[in-house]
């Protein structure tokens, strides 16, 4: 099986579509940074393909658009691809360049997340997270999953697990991986938040005796991020403290906190991160930034599902020490999600059908 993976160069993108591939052992694999000439080409490919993304599209129309709208470097890289059995990309930039390069080369296609404003009836699979679930009846074309594909299983941590407790000769003790992510419209991680945040981990390490690891995203603000890293940085019990594009040591540093970890603490506003902590098989706590009277965003009813099944735990700042206390001691074991499988599954029933 050929796979053409289509990247919009957003790591959390990149990562769906990365943790399908892997887990389809037998595929073969070729990846293409998709660049445009001008954000509003982008835009008016996606709207032609919305209004005419089902009608056949001779090919003699098909290069120009492409041409048009995108870079010279990718479309040459595009259009010397071979024949594949599928076109993956993730996003809404990258999903008109799906339906096309699938016309080009007679391959399926397939996009995680529902794009806009193209939607989902011209792909052959889509893989749409709960948030994205429209209307009661389900779609021949719609793989549901409650989160995100990713490449997290506990599976693979538990071998890098021991592997790193060795390579960086960590003592015997409970971990805490804190998964620090940044703003949006909805929520933000202010330097209040931080300064409450950087004490309750310093109690913790001392009155439990564990390690915090930490790592921050691109989107954390600076000043969060120079407040924790003041803080909790140069500890002996907070051995790992990563920031984005800093260089370091392990090949993998976000993954390595995730396999370390005995507990997760990621930040509500990043649901790609939260789903990547619950695909773990560590208890998982969901920390809400939010005031009480903001209005909540989708992902909140997808937490709100998670705890219910008891994949995920959520609290705010103020319960978070005893949530932490009860995860590490808790005996029920946790749920993870299984929503790569699932996607991988979809998938292979596609090809099944031709």
Sequence with gaps: MKIVILSDNKPGHYKQSLGIVEK?????????????????????????????????????????????SLTAETYNALTAFRPADIILSTGSS????????????????????????????HFDLAILPMFSWHGKRDKANVCKTVGVPN??????????QKQLIQ???????????LLIGGADRHETITSTDAEQLSEICKTVAIEMNAQILVTTSRRTPTEVTAHLASTLKHNAWCPLFIEPDTPSELADPYQAIL??????????????????AASSGHPVIVLTLSRETARKPKRYNVYQY?????????????????????????????????????????????????
């Design 24 to 68: 389809l052992a037998e595929s073969e694999t070729e990846w293409l940074r998709v660049g445009f000439r001008r954000k509003w080409r982008d835009n008016l490919l996606r709207v032609f393909m919305c209004i005419f993304g089902g009608t056949p599209l001779p090919i003699s129309l098909i290069h120009p658009l492409l041409r048009w």
């Design 94 to 121: 990258v999903a008109a360049v799906n339906l096309l390069l699938g016309r080009l080369l007679g391959a399926k296609t397939v996009t995680c997340r529902r794009p806009s404003p193209l939607g989902v009836r």
């Design 151 to 160: 490449p997290i299983s506990p599976d693979t941590l538990n071998i890098k």
């Design 167 to 177: 390579e960086l000769n960590l003592p015997d003790c409970p971990r805490i991986g």
């Design 259 to 276: 396999a370390l970890s005995d507990l997760l603490i990621v930040t509500a506003d990043s649901f790609t991160m939260v789903c990547e």
């Design 306 to 354: 998670m705890k219910h099944h008891a994949i995920v735990n959520q609290c705010k700042l103020d319960k978070l020490k005893q949530h932490i206390a009860d995860g590490l001691t808790s005996r029920v074991p946790n749920t993870p999600l299984q929503d790569t499988e699932k996607a991988v599954h979809a998938i292979r029933n596609l090809m099944d059908s031709n």
